[in-house]
């Protein structure tokens, strides 16, 4: 099994830039996390689907931050506009049903300037 | 929200010793996890711990549970190089399927 597996791995963008992050779970997991760590605020759980519906989005900073998972296999995280303060690592996990342990990706490391 | 409060922050130990991290947490939970994280790299899971469970190992790691002082410690025996990573509990309560990280250790091993 390929893992999770999120790209970009690095992306630099300007302020006010669109920038979209993208996610693929591990096949046959039923549940889809989005992630984002910084220094200041660790590990932060921003939104997760069960099933490919959004169970929980209260993590979610603000409007300007939305998520979809338009089918099993794929989601995506955007930004827009992006601001410097969104600089950070983005993960990506997922876990079957049934279990807690999840499945985290390498994650993307954005910097906004 | 409920969050896993690690210490220390940062542990250096001489390769071979064995390190010990805590974390305390503040409400009920349904199981608390393990997990290492290597410079540049995705969480990996360690290991899960049941609420009803005082103690597990897998290989050369330890994990208890103390429910009644709600904290958790991860050992880890015989360190080796490859396990310098930062290390975060994650909790699960009832309910949902979300986990809440916490702080996490900085594990350096010196060779």
């Known amino acids: 099994d390929a893992g999770v597996i999120q790209s970009p791995r690095h992306e630099v963008t300007e302020m006010g830039q669109e920038v979209t992050l993208r996610c693929k779970p591990i096949s046959g997991h039923n549940s889809l996390f989005w992630y984002r760590q910084t220094m200041m605020r660790g590990l932060e759980l921003l939104i997760y689907?069960?099933?490919?519906?959004?169970?929980?989005d209260s993590g979610m900073p603000e409007d300007r931050f939305s998520a979809k998972m338009p089918n099993a296999s794929f989601s995506t995280l955007k930004i827009q506009p992006s601001e410097p303060r969104d600089s950070a690592v983005y993960f990506c996990a997922s876990n079957p049903s049934g279990t807690d342990t999840q499945y985290f990706g390498p994650g993307t490391r954005l910097t906004v300037l | 929200s409920q969050q896993g409060e690690e210490d220390p922050q940062a542990l250096s130990i001489q390769e071979g010793e064995n390190a010990t991290m805590n974390c305390s947490y503040k409400?009920?939970?349904?199981?608390l996890q393990w997990y290492r994280q290597n410079s540049g790299r995705g969480l990996v899971h360690l290991i899960l711990i049941r609420s009803n469970e005082r103690e597990k190992h897998s290989g050369r790691l330890r994990v208890t549970l103390d429910t009644s002082k709600k904290s958790s410690s991860l050992l880890i025996t015989a360190s080796r190089a490859a396990d310098t990573a930062s290390y975060f509990c994650?909790?699960?309560?009832?309910?949902?399927?979300?986990?809440?990280f916490g702080t996490g250790t900085r594990l350096t091993i010196i060779p």
């Open positions: 994650a909790l699960a309560n009832f309910g949902n399927e979300k986990l809440t």
């Open positions: 689907f069960n099933n490919n519906v959004p169970i929980d």
């Open positions: 409400t009920s939970i349904n199981n």
